[in-house]
């Protein structure tokens, strides 16, 4: 994170709390035959929505777009199985589920992959975001997101920079 972006720490409760929020609005567009979650951040909120939406066929589909901190160039680490695309080929009902849409690089490598299926986020940001269909909570671009499997508990230093 570079000293002019803003910080927006999201705990285990508020992300689990969003996560449930993102299958009360996915209710409203039918059901879903299977779900696909980007690992590794989709992971947590696509086992929230499936079973939220008693969707059973859970997939993953691994692509690695981030360095640490810093966004690099959109790797497929493990494709989307057979059964999966098949189902989407047969006019299934598919859900692509991640944690936050950036830059959109990974939402357009994954889209490219299952063109039809209904893309949702926890978080999106602008530049991303007309690659999902369905998403929470818009942040600024200039926005890092640290999630509860990226932070510990640990002293906060005031906004303002100054001491206690």
Known sequence: MSDNQKSFPVSWDQFHRDSRALAWRLMGQG?????????????????IVARELNIRVVETVAVKSYDHQ??????????????VLDVAAN????LIVDD??????????????????????VYAKP??????DTFITEVSQDTWIF???????AYAAPISGGTD
């Open 31 to 47: 059901g879903f035959d299977a779900v696909v979650a980007i690992a590794r951040g989709g992971l947590v909120p696509a086992a």
């Open 70 to 83: 810093a966004q690099g160039q959109v790797q497929v680490l493990k494709q989307i199985s057979k059964p």
């Open 91 to 94: 006019g299934g009902r598919v």
């Open 100 to 121: 936050l849409v950036d830059t959109g690089a990974t939402a357009r490598a994954v889209r490219d992959m299952l063109p039809g299926a209904h893309f949702a986020t």
């Open 127 to 132: 530049k991303g975001r007309e690659m999902v």
């Open 147 to 153: 999630f509860p499997w990226d932070l510990d508990v």
